[in-house]
T-cell receptor
Framework: KAGVTQTPRYLIKTRGQQVTLSCSPI?????VSWYQQTPGQGLQFLFE???????NKGNFPGRFSGRQFSNSRSEMNVSTLELGDSALYLC??????????????FGNGTRLTVT | AQSVTQLDSQVPVFEEAPVELRCNYS??????LFWYVQYPNQGLQLLLK??????LVKGINGFEAEFNKSQTSFHLRKPSVHISDTAEYFC?????????????FGTGTRLQVTL
């Protein structure tokens, strides 16, 4: 099976712009989660989607949003970019939600740089 | 709220030496603990997890961890490290509902293995 695929791998944007990141989960996985990784804050949970519905949300401003499509692919969007949004954004998929025996499989991330 | 503390930001070790990466957690309810590894420019990979049962958990690549409830610790160990083990290691705890997708991560420990 192919792993979790995130596109693009690298992205450079300017303050005030918006950006959309894409994540294709492992085939058969219905849950997709997003994490932000920065040197200062470490790994922080953004949100989780399952069956096209947001099931969990972290403590991020409303500029961060996401969605999931019927094929389980997910996108996250960040509007009005700020310098502090520069980070590695990781997507993870799992077969189920709320099931501890369903481990997370991470993609290689999208590195976003805001200038 | 649950939290995880990784006491060492960096651990240098010689090849074939044993290593222990420390992790302490804070939780008032049942805990579910994980160790992940991140190689350069890659996402996270699950090493092992503790859900219940035996307190000694064996994972991939020869790693193991011991859950110690009285000391609220979940230290990761390997008896003999290899150069290829050089990476960043993250300890994580699941939220109270057991939703495995929403993890709280520690700040990471960089393991540097040298000859």
């Amino acid at each position: 099976k192919a792993g979790v695929t995130q596109t693009p791998r690298y992205l450079i944007k300017t303050r005030g712009q918006q950006v959309t990141l894409s994540c294709s989960p492992i085939s058969g996985h219905r849950s997709v989660s997003w994490y932000q990784q920065t040197p200062g804050q470490g790994l922080q949970f953004l949100f989780e989607y399952f069956s096209e519905t947001q099931r969990n949300k972290g403590n991020f401003p409303g500029r961060f949003s996401g969605r999931q499509f019927s094929n389980s692919r997910s996108e996250m969007n960040v509007s009005t970019l700020e310098l502090g949004d520069s980070a590695l954004y990781l997507c993870a998929s799992s077969e189920l939600i709320g099931a501890l025996n369903s481990p997370l499989h991470f993609g290689n991330g999208t590195r976003l740089t805001v200038t | 709220a649950q939290s995880v503390t990784q006491l060492d930001s960096q651990v240098p070790v010689f090849e074939e030496a044993p290593v222990e990466l420390r992790c302490n957690y804070s939780s008032s309810v049942s805990v579910y603990l994980f160790w992940y590894v991140q190689y350069p420019n890659q996402g996270l990979q699950l090493l092992l997890k503790y859900l219940s049962g035996s307190t000694l958990v064996k994972g991939i690549n020869g790693f193991e961890a011991e859950f110690n409830k009285s000391q609220t610790s979940f230290h990761l160990r390997k008896p003999s490290v290899h150069i290829s083990d050089t990476a960043e290691y993250f300890c994580a705890v699941s939220d109270q509902s057991g939703t495995a997708s929403k993890l709280t991560f520690g700040t990471g420990t960089r393991l540097q293995v040298t000859l």
